[in-house]
Protein backbone atom coordinates (compact mmCIF):
# COMPACT_ATOMS: atom_id res chain seq x y z
CA UNK A 1 0.00 0.00 0.00
CA UNK A 2 2.77 2.72 0.62
CA UNK A 3 4.29 1.73 -2.43
CA UNK A 4 1.58 2.26 -4.52
CA UNK A 5 0.62 5.61 -2.36
CA UNK A 6 3.95 6.82 -3.45
CA UNK A 7 3.85 5.59 -7.19
CA UNK A 8 0.54 7.38 -7.46
CA UNK A 9 2.45 10.88 -5.91
CA UNK A 10 5.60 10.59 -7.90
CA UNK A 11 2.94 10.46 -10.74
CA UNK A 12 1.01 13.82 -9.44
CA UNK A 13 3.85 16.04 -9.14
CA UNK A 14 5.36 14.44 -12.39
CA UNK A 15 1.93 15.10 -13.88
CA UNK A 16 1.72 18.51 -12.63
CA UNK A 17 4.80 19.27 -14.31
CA UNK A 18 4.19 18.52 -17.40
CA UNK A 19 0.90 20.41 -17.23
CA UNK A 20 2.57 23.63 -16.03
CA UNK A 21 5.63 23.34 -19.06
CA UNK A 22 2.32 22.88 -21.73
CA UNK A 23 0.36 25.99 -19.79
CA UNK A 24 3.65 28.24 -20.85
CA UNK A 25 4.95 27.34 -24.11
CA UNK A 26 4.69 29.62 -26.94
CA UNK A 27 4.10 30.69 -30.29
CA UNK A 28 5.50 32.56 -33.16
CA UNK A 29 3.89 33.37 -36.20
CA UNK A 30 4.66 35.33 -39.33
CA UNK A 31 2.32 36.96 -41.77
CA UNK A 32 3.12 38.69 -44.96
CA UNK A 33 0.28 41.24 -45.41
CA UNK A 34 0.09 44.30 -48.36
CA UNK A 35 -1.55 46.24 -45.41
CA UNK A 36 -0.30 49.44 -44.30
CA UNK A 37 1.22 49.56 -40.65
CA UNK A 38 -1.75 51.52 -39.36
CA UNK A 39 -4.46 48.61 -40.00
CA UNK A 40 -2.12 45.78 -39.01
CA UNK A 41 -1.59 47.94 -35.44
CA UNK A 42 -5.11 48.54 -35.86
CA UNK A 43 -5.98 44.85 -36.31
CA UNK A 44 -3.66 43.83 -32.67
CA UNK A 45 -5.45 46.51 -31.04
CA UNK A 46 -9.52 45.46 -32.29
CA UNK A 47 -7.76 41.62 -30.82
CA UNK A 48 -6.19 42.80 -27.59
CA UNK A 49 -8.69 45.76 -26.82
CA UNK A 50 -11.64 43.35 -26.08
CA UNK A 51 -9.08 41.72 -23.49
CA UNK A 52 -9.84 43.36 -19.75
CA UNK A 53 -7.08 41.31 -17.76
CA UNK A 54 -4.07 42.33 -20.64
CA UNK A 55 -2.39 45.27 -19.97
CA UNK A 56 0.08 47.69 -22.73
CA UNK A 57 3.07 47.28 -21.76
CA UNK A 58 5.18 48.96 -25.01
CA UNK A 59 3.56 50.74 -27.99
CA UNK A 60 6.13 51.86 -29.90
CA UNK A 61 5.86 52.42 -33.45
CA UNK A 62 6.27 49.07 -35.00
CA UNK A 63 5.97 47.27 -31.65
CA UNK A 64 3.34 46.46 -29.46
CA UNK A 65 3.72 44.43 -26.16
CA UNK A 66 0.71 42.90 -24.38
CA UNK A 67 1.30 40.75 -20.43
CA UNK A 68 -1.12 38.99 -18.54
CA UNK A 69 -0.84 38.32 -15.33
CA UNK A 70 -2.38 36.29 -12.40
CA UNK A 71 -1.86 34.59 -9.32
CA UNK A 72 -2.10 30.91 -8.37
CA UNK A 73 -5.38 29.80 -7.55
CA UNK A 74 -6.23 29.83 -3.56
CA UNK A 75 -8.59 26.72 -3.83
CA UNK A 76 -6.63 24.29 -5.94
CA UNK A 77 -3.28 25.27 -4.11
CA UNK A 78 -5.23 24.42 -0.74
CA UNK A 79 -6.51 21.26 -2.22
CA UNK A 80 -3.34 20.12 -3.33
CA UNK A 81 -1.65 21.17 -0.38
CA UNK A 82 -3.92 19.21 2.36
CA UNK A 83 -3.39 16.10 -0.29
CA UNK A 84 -0.25 16.53 -1.51
CA UNK A 85 2.14 18.50 -0.13
CA UNK A 86 5.24 18.77 -2.89
CA UNK A 87 2.72 19.07 -5.51
CA UNK A 88 0.72 21.84 -3.82
CA UNK A 89 4.45 23.64 -2.50
CA UNK A 90 5.00 23.74 -6.83
CA UNK A 91 2.25 24.69 -7.77
CA UNK A 92 2.04 27.86 -5.33
CA UNK A 93 5.84 28.90 -6.93
CA UNK A 94 5.50 28.49 -10.31
CA UNK A 95 1.61 27.61 -11.08
CA UNK A 96 0.72 31.50 -11.74
CA UNK A 97 0.25 32.78 -14.92
CA UNK A 98 2.43 35.47 -16.48
CA UNK A 99 2.01 35.43 -20.64
CA UNK A 100 3.38 38.12 -23.11
CA UNK A 101 1.82 38.96 -26.61
CA UNK A 102 3.97 41.10 -28.80
CA UNK A 103 3.36 41.84 -32.29
CA UNK A 104 6.77 43.50 -34.48
CA UNK A 105 6.00 45.11 -37.82
CA UNK A 106 9.00 45.00 -40.62
CA UNK A 107 8.06 47.69 -42.86
CA UNK A 108 10.43 47.97 -45.97
CA UNK A 109 9.24 51.71 -46.23
CA UNK A 110 8.46 50.86 -50.49
CA UNK A 111 5.13 51.80 -51.55
CA UNK A 112 2.89 48.60 -52.00
CA UNK A 113 5.50 46.43 -50.53
CA UNK A 114 4.90 43.52 -48.47
CA UNK A 115 5.08 43.91 -44.63
CA UNK A 116 5.95 40.98 -42.12
CA UNK A 117 4.59 41.15 -38.70
CA UNK A 118 5.85 38.55 -36.70
CA UNK A 119 3.63 37.84 -33.25
CA UNK A 120 5.24 36.02 -30.67
CA UNK A 121 3.36 34.89 -27.75
CA UNK A 122 3.99 32.66 -24.77
CA UNK A 123 0.62 30.39 -22.80
CA UNK A 124 -2.52 29.65 -23.50
CA UNK A 125 -4.87 32.35 -23.95
CA UNK A 126 -1.61 33.99 -25.54
CA UNK A 127 -1.44 31.59 -28.53
CA UNK A 128 -4.60 31.52 -29.10
CA UNK A 129 -5.16 35.34 -29.42
CA UNK A 130 -1.99 34.98 -32.10
CA UNK A 131 -3.81 32.76 -33.68
CA UNK A 132 -6.92 35.54 -33.69
CA UNK A 133 -4.45 38.20 -34.83
CA UNK A 134 -3.37 35.74 -37.64
CA UNK A 135 -6.81 34.83 -39.28
CA UNK A 136 -7.35 38.92 -39.03
CA UNK A 137 -4.64 39.77 -41.07
CA UNK A 138 -4.33 37.01 -43.33
CA UNK A 139 -7.92 38.17 -44.66
CA UNK A 140 -6.88 41.91 -45.01
Known sequence: MDKALLYLAIAGIVGLLVWIAIQK?????????????EHV??????????KRSWTLVADGGSTISYQFKTKPNILIAFILLWFLLIP???????GGQNETLTASIFDPGASGATRRVQ??????VGRKLARKIRSQLAVS
Do not use: F, K, W
Open 25 to 37: RGIHIEVDTASPP
Open 41 to 50: RAAVLSVMGR
Open 88 to 94: GIIYLVV
Open 119 to 124: IVANGQ
